[in-house]
T-cell receptor, first 113, second 115 residues
Framework: DAKTTQPNSMESNEEEPVHLPCNHS???????IHWYRQLPSQGPEYVIH???SNVNNRMASLAIAEDRKSSTLILHRATLRDAAVYYC??????????????FGKGTKLSVKP | DSGVTQTPKHLITATGQRVTLRCSPR?????VYWYQQSLDQGLQFLIH???????AKGNILERFSAQQFPDLHSELNLSSLELGDSALYFC??????????????FGPGTRLTVL
């Protein structure tokens, strides 16, 4: 699986938008971009995924660069509950990888009241 | 609540011992994945089963083994335990086996402490 690069940590204020960047310059045409987060003392939780177009769901938005070499997870209004480690993961859309996730170190997001 | 259950929540044992961790996937999910999370290695993929068959292996030690039963629950067996095996072990499930992108749902984990 291709590698991703994320900042080690970021800080945000409550109720403000948060933009979490991810670089994946070696992404292949078949790689989907996945985001998971892990709240303290919990298992990872799926956030969003996309291939080429920007994606929105109830949790977040995913903005994907035109060349797909970077992406940004957007939390529109951070809450204290959003404090977590956010992982950007590339995953092949073929059975060859069998679907397992390769986690990096992620970005630890702190949210200040 | 993800719908994935793991037992036990905590396990304390001694070096050299053998333990079994159990995972019940979400209803209808055929794929089960095991991950290990330690302070120094982070989250690492161990093994993936789909409908009873092993599909992929990651950084799983030879002392570790897993299986998925006909009712789709899975067990991870860890033997000849070492201090370095102390970690959180997560199970995740998803509907399919990779050809179509599927969200993975993680359980709450089993915390293993080897003394």
């Amino acid at each position: 699986d291709a590698k991703t690069t994320q900042p080690n940590s970021m800080e945000s204020n409550e109720e403000e938008p948060v933009h979490l960047p991810c670089n994946h310059s070696t992404i292949s045409g078949t790689d989907y971009i996945h985001w998971y987060r892990q709240l303290p003392s919990q298992g990872p939780e799926y956030v969003i995924h996309g291939l080429t177009s920007n994606v929105n769901n109830r949790m977040a938005s995913l903005a994907i660069a035109e060349d797909r070499k970077s992406s940004t997870l957007i939390l529109h209004r951070a809450t204290l509950r959003d404090a977590a480690v956010y992982y950007c993961i590339l995953r092949e859309n073929y059975g060859g990888s069998q679907g397992n996730l390769i986690f990096g170190k992620g970005t630890k997001l702190s949210v200040k009241p | 609540d993800s719908g994935v259950t793991q037992t036990p929540k905590h396990l304390i044992t001694a070096t050299g011992q053998r333990v079994t961790l159990r995972c019940s996937p979400r209803s209808g999910d055929l794929s089960v994945y095991w991950y290990q999370q330690s302070l120094d290695q982070g989250l690492q993929f161990l093994i993936h089963y789909y409908n009873g068959e092993e599909r992929a292996k990651g950084n799983i030690l030879e002392r570790f083994s897993a299986q998925q039963f006909p009712d789709l629950h899975s067990e991870l067996n860890l033997s000849s335990l070492e201090l370095g095996d102390s970690a959180l072990y997560f199970c995740a499930s998803s509907v399919g086996a990779g050809q179509v992108v599927h969200e993975q749902f993680f359980g709450p984990g089993t915390r293993l402490t080897v003394l």
